[in-house]
């Protein structure tokens, strides 16, 4: 699954910590996402959809692999 989580990051200037304390996980989790080494929960993925304000669909994306 591909996601735009750094630069949604940019647009709202956030670091991961900051990120992570919106949503309450850990820097190396945003961290582990971002670089696609770990598939958010839909209660996780919802969480970061609302710090962006913006629909999950947005963030995340599903590949053919997928």
């Given at each position: 699954?591909?996601?735009?989580i750094?630069?949604?990051?940019?647009?709202?200037?956030?670091?991961?910590?900051?990120?992570?304390?919106?949503?309450?996980?850990s820097?190396?989790?945003?961290?582990?996402?971002?670089?696609?080494?770990?598939?958010?929960s839909?209660?996780?993925?919802l969480?970061?959809?609302?710090?962006?304000?913006?629909?999950?669909?947005?963030?995340f994306?599903l590949?053919?692999?997928?």
């Open positions: 699954m591909k996601n735009n750094k630069i949604q990051r940019a647009i709202k200037d956030l670091t991961q910590e900051e990120l992570a304390n919106k949503i309450g996980v820097r190396q989790t945003i961290n582990s996402i971002e670089t696609n080494r770990y598939i958010p839909t209660l996780l993925a969480k970061i959809s609302e710090v962006f304000e913006t629909n999950v669909n947005n963030i994306e590949e053919e692999s997928d």
